[in-house]
């Protein structure tokens, strides 16, 4: 259970960080994240759930716990990031228009594109 909840904290510590992060990278942490959550959702029906102690349960729940409440964080971040990325592609899309009736307006107009010096 320690190293599933490792892999979790692992995995937050960097998705903390989205502006760090390249769109592949977070696309496999997504991966990670669920791929370990399944394995942390099999876990307590396992013989080495039974064998943990009352007071390695408390410390495992404790850590679960205090990853719990980093979520929402983790999450605000990812969308401020994914809101910071959507905006610039509005911006950009909106120059590329723009450019593409400028260049439209141009070749009408003369029925060739001209190149501007």
Do not use: C
Not at 1 to 27: F, N, Q, W, Y
């Amino acid at each position: 259970m320690k190293v599933i909840l490792s892999r979790l904290e692992a995995i937050l510590d960097r998705l903390s960080h989205p502006h760090l992060l390249t769109a592949e990278e977070v696309g496999f942490l997504a991966r990670e994240w669920d791929e370990t959550m399944d394995l942390l959702e099999r876990f307590p029906d396992g013989a080495a759930f039974r064998a943990l102690s009352a007071g390695d349960k408390l410390f495992l729940r404790t850590w679960l716990q205090r990853l719990l409440r980093r979520l929402p964080t983790v999450l605000n971040r990812l969308v401020a990031q994914k809101s910071d990325i959507a905006q610039q592609l509005f911006s950009e899309s909106r120059r590329l228009q723009a450019m593409n009736q400028r260049y439209f307006a141009e070749f009408r107009g003369t029925g060739t594109l001209h190149q501007k010096a």
